[in-house]
């Protein structure tokens, strides 16, 4: 779904309400140690990956332009 809105747009407008609300101290987000302790499994990422060959010439100009 197309909102129209750039993805800079938005990230400045989420970034402003950060600032605000934190500076205003009724919102805070916990800190890495917290969100660590807060976390009591481990999670596993598994990436399926596949290699292109990269067409490469063998024999080169000895001037290219």
């Known amino acids: ?3 129209g809105l750039s993805e800079s747009a938005v990230c400045r ?5 950060e600032n605000i609300l934190i500076s205003s101290r009724k919102f805070s987000l916990p800190g890495k140690k917290e969100l660590l302790k807060m976390s ?7 990436m399926d990956v596949m290699e292109s060959p990269i067409e490469r010439l063998f024999n080169w100009p000895k001037k290219i332009f």
């Open 13 to 17: 407008t989420v970034y402003k309400i």
């Open 40 to 46: 009591s499994h481990e999670d596993l990422v598994v």
């Open 1 to 3: 779904m197309d909102w």
